[in-house]
């Protein structure tokens, strides 16, 4: 798993590099959405990184059944999709959507 992020960490550099971009133009509370992807981008870092440390370290019956929030948070849990990750990152998604959805209007309707 940390493999991967590792090989898209340059996607989501540039996502938070646009962050600052939203920030400037449209001010801090349009640029939280990417705040929130760089908080679930952390929580699952951090849950892979932990899962890992687990599996190394010869887990117990209980660190097994500890593990399952862990799990979730990356998709591979008992938890129902869309999940509480999915419905967070389609929320901001949106708002990135209705903060843009204007400008890419006004744009096309000068054409």
Same mark, same amino acid.
């Given at each position: 798993?940390?493999?991967r ?9 540039n ?7 939203? @920030? ?18 952390? @929580? ?18 209980? +660190?097994?059944? +500890? ?45």
């Amino acid at each position: 798993m940390t493999e991967r992020l590792a090989r898209e960490h340059e996607r989501f550099a540039n996502l938070d590099r646009m962050r600052y971009i939203f @920030d400037a133009y449209f001010g801090k509370e349009a640029a939280k959405p990417f705040e929130v992807v760089d908080e679930i981008y952390a @929580d699952i870092v951090s849950s892979a990184e932990t899962l890992i440390q687990i599996a190394s370290a010869n887990p117990t019956r209980q +660190d097994r059944e +500890d593990e399952m929030p862990l799990r979730n948070i990356l998709g591979w849990g008992s938890r129902k999709r869309p999940d509480e990750i999915d419905v967070k990152l389609d929320n901001c998604l949106k708002n990135i959507e209705q903060t843009c959805r204007p400008i890419l209007a006004e744009r096309i309707s000068k054409r």
